[in-house]
C-alpha cells in the first residue's frame, strides 16, 4: 500500500479506540478486509500504526475519558507525525475544531464546527441513502444522535451531505463520518479508509 506509514509490507496495522462505543464491529470489518486490527486503550497501544478509528459513543465522555488516560494528546501527536485518523458520530465531534454547544475536549485535526446531536436525540435516530462523492452508488448511513458540520474551513473536502448539513468529510489524513458504516454490510467506506486516507502521504 502506497504511503505506509511505517513501512512495513504486510497488512495495514489500524487502531479502534477501544474505550466506548462499535469498537468490535470495526474490527471484525478490518480483519474480513485483511487489516490487522488493534484495540487502543493506552497511548503506547498507538505504536505502530498505520491508521486510528474512533468510533461512536458519547463524545463528551469519550473526550474526558481521552484527556484523562492521556489519549487526547497521544492522538493528536500520532496524526500529526503521520497517521491516518477517522471518527465516526461521536468521533467526527471529536475530530473538530470547534463545536456550537458548550466546551468540550476535541482533537481539533479538521478545521470544522460540529453540532452535537445535531439530528436529534435517540428517539430522532434514522437511516438515508447518500450520495458519497466517489461512490458509484448511495451508501446507506445509520443516524443515531448523530452530528454535522455546519462549516467547514479551507481544505476540507465534503464527501456527503444531507439538506446541506455534512455528514461526511475528508481532509487528508482525516476523514468522518456522522453515520455508523461498522453498522450495516456495506464496507465501502472501510475500504476507503484503508486505500485512500491510510494508504496517502497527503497531509492534512
Known amino acids: 500500500m502506497a504511503g505506509r506509514r511505517n513501512g512495513h509490507a504486510g497488512r495495514p496495522r489500524v487502531g479502534v479506540l477501544a474505550l466506548q462505543g462499535d469498537f468490535r464491529e470495526h474490527a471484525e470489518i478490518l480483519e ?48 500529526y507525525q503521520g497517521g491516518a485518523v477517522w471518527g465516526t458520530c461521536a468521533g467526527m465531534v471529536l475530530a473538530a475544531s470547534a463545536t456550537t454547544g458548550p466546551s468540550q475536549p476535541l482533537l481539533g485535526i479538521m478545521s470544522a464546527l460540529v453540532e452535537r446531536n445535531g439530528f436529534g436525540r435517540q428517539v430522532h435516530s434514522f437511516e438515508a441513502d447518500l450520495e458519497v462523492k466517489g461512490f458509484d452508488r448511495p451508501f446507506r448511513g445509520v443516524f443515531i444522535r448523530a452530528p454535522y458540520f455546519e462549516d467547514v474551513g479551507p481544505g476540507v473536502e465534503v464527501l456527503a451531505e444531507i439538506d446541506g448539513r455534512v455528514v461526511a468529510a475528508r481532509a487528508g489524513k482525516v476523514l468522518v463520518t456522522a453515520f455508523h458504516p461498522e453498522l450495516t454490510d456495506d464496507t465501502r467506506f472501510h475500504e476507503y479508509f484503508l486505500r485512500e486516507v491510510c494508504g496517502s502521504d497527503e497531509r492534512s
Do not use: C, K, Y
Request: net charge negative; proline share 6%.
Open 32 to 79: 474480513r478486509l485483511g487489516a490487522e486490527p488493534v484495540e487502543v486503550r493506552r497511548p503506547e497501544d498507538l505504536r505502530g500504526l498505520d491508521g486510528l478509528i474512533i468510533p461512536g459513543g458519547e463524545s463528551t465522555a469519550i473526550g474526558n475519558l481521552m484527556v484523562h488516560s492521556g489519549m487526547l494528546d497521544a492522538i493528536r501527536s500520532f496524526f
